[in-house]
């Protein structure tokens, strides 16, 4: 077995309760962040389910020629963003209105002339609905002479591109806070395995010993403690995602990529913090 490893493990054996508070509290930091994290997937399905209902619909003025609306159509149609292109005249406006609407159709029925007017509604690409092309879009329409009003629902759609911005900034904030905790908690372990071996770091150093051979057990301490952390913290977030499943409301597993993630961040982190102990260390001793 090599010497680091050996290390290592000795060193659990030796603070078996020190290495378990870490790696305890390492679990902690992190399952807060899967539990954000499973929070924030779930807000942003709901968002992008809701940004699937995102339609431009452009009204055309009465008096407008088809032909120029057909061109409109075409040129519309050829943008990279936009998914489909679909043309309304009245009389598909006053039948959609009867069809899905039958408190209008004894208004409908004693007027002599279609008070509707016809329209054209777009949809854009999944990927594409961001608040940016909608506006851009919104903008291009609005410039046509034949077009009397553009709508998108703008009111409840910059909800949405907010809701989006908030949940991204309060998942990095949030995250970056608790890699701060988990990099102090690991470092503050490694420190007091540190001094518990001070004597045999200084015997080691006086026969010639590298700093990069004094530091490899303790890199891979920190590497197994955050492992060990991230590791239990993934459990735990899985297991509170089946009780709020199966008890309270359905709900969808974070992403396979964000769980290895996880785990990867959560022994880098554990690395980072013994790397910065030893140095420390090393460099006062």
Do not use: C
Request: aromatic share 8%; no cysteine.
């Amino acid at each position: 077995m090599p010497y680091a490893l050996r290390e290592a493990l000795a060193a659990f054996r030796r603070t078996p309760v020190l290495t378990g508070l870490s790696s305890a509290m390492v679990a902690l930091a992190l399952f807060v962040t899967g539990l954000f994290g499973l929070a924030t997937h779930n807000i942003r399905r709901a968002i992008e389910q809701v940004e699937q209902r995102v339609e431009i619909v452009a009204y055309i003025r009465d008096d407008a020629g088809r032909a120029e609306v057909a061109v409109a159509e075409d040129e519309i149609r050829a943008l990279p963003e936009v998914l489909e292109v679909r043309y309304f005249s009245k009389d598909d406006a006053l039948e959609v209105a009867r069809r899905e609407l039958p408190e209008f159709q004894e208004i409908l029925a004693g007027v002599d002339v279609n008070p509707l007017p016809a329209s054209m509604e777009i949809q854009l690409r999944p990927g594409s609905r961001t608040q940016e092309n909608v506006s851009a879009l919104v903008a291009r329409m609005s410039a046509y002479p034949f077009v009397e009003e553009v709508r998108y629902g703008r009111e409840w759609l910059d909800k949405v591109f907010l809701m989006r911005r908030v949940g991204a900034a309060a998942a990095g904030v949030l995250g970056s806070g608790f890699a701060v905790a988990g990099v102090l908690i690991v470092g503050t372990a490694v420190r007091i395995a540190i001094f518990a071996r001070r004597e045999e770091i200084q015997v080691m150093r006086l026969v010639g010993a590298r700093d990069s051979f004094i530091r490899g057990p303790f890199l891979l301490e920190g590497l197994l403690t955050g492992l060990m952390g991230s590791l239990g913290a993934a459990a735990l977030t899985y297991v509170t995602y089946v009780t709020v499943r199966y008890s309270l409301f359905n709900v969808a597993w974070i992403p396979g990529a964000w769980v290895g993630g996880g785990i990867a961040v959560g022994a880098l982190l554990g690395v980072l913090a013994s790397l910065i102990s030893v140095r420390r260390y090393l460099e006062g001793a």
